[in-house]
């Protein structure tokens, strides 16, 4: 049974292979009467679990190309090395189709759940030994342990509903090889538990960057009561045997918001500076960015907003993160756009002078007369102006400047025109290359995570990526609160707080006037908020809302157009109505029901 490749190969030491950490066999591990005998010990294991865990969780941005506005057009290739990320690839990320496509993900969550099991099972070994000033810190580490394999049980049951549950190491194939699938409820409660006992052992804040808190057990467990919350409300048929329950919904709601509102009040956190939008250039010039533009950025690497974040090592670390390769062109260090926003992502950025939507805007191809200056015209960089701070923040349109960079050394200012790959331009006087970047196929490239300086190369960042932000705890409060109460004043006031970073004034009144408007409005936030950050398609999901976005089964479809007017992909045409089901629940790799029959197979896949 393939999974087993993975199960069973446990590597001690962090970086001991540097190729399919989880398909080898370790070439430097010690047996126990030789390790598992100090603080050190642990938590250097400890550290091995991060580091494999890390790569199953910080390229979530991907999963955004399911969704409406992200184009995800592939994954990089990392030579096989997990490492950099290699759950993710093969993986599908468009909006339709994508269901059957995740047979390395799956496999490498439960590596990591072995991963974490390994050091749970050992440090309890050592409790019974330990010395009155040694027992916190190694129940702390037992507390991470779980922490990251309650996260890892989280992501197996949104993708893919009742699976397998292994709570111990698993040395030999025998024993998962008659595995059944677990009902869903039982692995909730087996993560919450995991989460619970977090918080109970984890310090109020890490000292060290990269470990967790009290603070993110909680919201880890907050967020897991809100999807059950959903699944019980809004029902999953998909999921053979699950029966939604609407009172089982309401007690997850509640229990949701209470762990949700002690992370925004026990433990001091504020958003990156202070939630205060800072400065936005004017059009055309990124000298001065907005904060929520740095939020991205190395420079808020230990901010509290960043309840828990994976951090990278950088340059000749082997460790750095992949975002520049991923997000940038070929002008920023030979990068290749594997990711881009979407046409349509430009109208949901409202007015920072009404606070609501302004007037769509009209794709024109620019060899059209006036194109340039036609009021609304998605060509004319005026009709940019004025908007929320976190467009500059997140996405470029044409004429907008980024830093170039090659050899690890500034080009200067590049200027972004669409399908004007590194060409020959002056503006206002002065001389320019323009922006490479062919994968883009929108009239739209990303800013979120893009650096503005060179020194590292495409893989070489040492950015922290965020897996928990105090801003989605503040939007998961709000519609936990709503589910049940409608609109709360302090609800109210959190998602205003977010509204103040990108300098939109406080919502209108009609936004909170009824349960349904204030729903809208914490959606319209955790699109733009948390836009490429890996949450919009599990929203979709858990809300069931792929029919409201996309149009119901068997209609011509929708398709996604560039700003020139062209059209460029369709979704979801003449699609049945299996077709929609499978994009709500995965398919077990086929490779593991081959080599246990006892697996079986989530209906919309016979």
């Not at 409820?185 to 919450?192: C, T």
């Not at 709000?478 to 977010?498: C, M, R, S, Y």
Request: proline residues 5%; glycine residues 8%.
């Amino acid at each position: 049974m393939k999974i087993t490749i993975y199960l069973i190969c446990i590597i001690l030491f962090a970086g001991a292979c540097t190729k399919d950490l989880l398909k080898q066999q370790p070439t430097t591990e010690l047996g126990a009467n030789s390790f598992w005998k100090t603080e050190a010990d642990a938590t250097y294991a400890l550290m091995g679990a991060y580091a494999d865990i890390r790569p199953l969780f910080d390229r979530d941005y991907y999963f955004d190309g399911q969704g409406e506005y992200f184009r995800t057009r592939g994954t990089s290739t990392t030579s096989g090395n997990l490492q950099k990320g290699d759950a993710y690839n093969n993986g599908d990320y468009n909006p339709s189709g994508y269901g059957d496509n995740f047979d390395k993900m799956y496999q490498y969550l439960y590596g990591g759940v072995n991963r974490a099991n390994y050091v749970i099972e050992n440090v309890t070994k050592m409790l019974p030994h330990a010395s009155a000033t040694s027992l916190p810190e190694l129940e702390r580490i037992i507390g991470e342990a779980r922490l990251l394999r309650g996260m890892v049980y989280f992501r197996l049951i949104s993708m893919w509903g009742d699976v397998p549950y292994i709570g111990h190491v698993i040395y030999n194939n025998s024993e998962v090889a008659g595995l059944t699938r677990i009902p869903i409820g039982q692995v909730k409660d087996s993560a919450l538990a995991d989460f619970t006992y977090a918080f109970d052992k984890l310090p109020v804040k890490a000292a060290e960057a990269g470990r967790a808190s009290k603070a993110a057990a909680l919201s880890f467990r907050g967020k897991l009561q809100l999807y059950w919350a959903c699944w019980n409300q809004f029902g999953w048929p998909e999921l053979d045997k699950f029966v939604p329950d609407g009172a089982a919904a309401t007690l997850a709601y509640r229990a949701a918001a209470e762990d949700f509102g002690h992370v925004i009040n026990d433990y001091g956190l504020v958003l990156f500076r202070n939630g205060e939008p800072g400065e936005c250039d004017v059009l055309g010039k990124a000298d001065k960015l907005p904060n929520y533009y740095y939020l991205f950025t190395p420079v808020a690497n230990g901010d509290p907003e960043m309840i828990m974040a994976f951090t990278h090592g950088g340059t000749g670390t082997n460790q750095g993160e992949e975002l520049m390769r991923d997000v940038a062109g070929r002008s920023h260090e030979g990068s290749q756009c594997w990711v881009s926003p979407r046409y349509e992502i430009a109208d949901r950025y409202q007015s920072i002078i009404t606070g609501d939507f302004a007037p769509k805007l009209i794709p024109m191809n620019p060899s059209i007369a006036g194109a340039r200056t036609t009021l609304n015209s998605a060509v004319n960089p005026r009709s940019y102006a004025d908007r929320d701070y976190r467009m500059k923040s997140s996405i470029m349109w044409d004429y907008e400047m980024s830093v170039g960079m090659i050899s690890l050394k500034s080009t200067g200012w590049v200027p972004f025109i669409y399908k004007t790959w590194n060409q020959a331009v002056t503006l206002e006087g002065v001389n320019y290359t323009t922006y490479n970047t062919d994968g883009c196929n929108s009239g739209y490239v990303l800013r979120k995570f893009l650096r503005n300086y060179a020194g590292q190369g495409r893989s070489d960042g040492n950015y922290n990526y965020p897996v928990m932000r105090l801003a989605d705890v503040y939007l998961m409060y709000a519609e936990a609160t709503n589910a049940v109460n409608g609109p709360q004043a302090d609800a109210i006031l959190l998602l205003n707080k977010i509204r103040h970073r990108g300098n939109l004034p406080p919502l209108n009144a009609d936004k909170t006037a009824s349960r349904e408007a204030f729903f809208s409005a914490i959606e319209q936030e955790r699109i733009i908020e948390l836009f490429g950050e890996g949450q919009r398609s599990f929203d979709l999901r858990r809300w069931r809302a792929i029919e409201r976005v996309w149009n119901p089964p068997y209609g011509n479809g929708v398709w996604r157009i560039d700003t020139y007017g062209a059209q460029m992909s369709r979704y979801f045409q003449n699609s049945s109505e299996r077709e929609y089901q499978q994009c709500y629940i995965f398919k077990i790799p086929p490779g593991e029901r081959d080599r246990n029959p006892n697996l079986t197979q989530n209906t919309p896949w016979l």
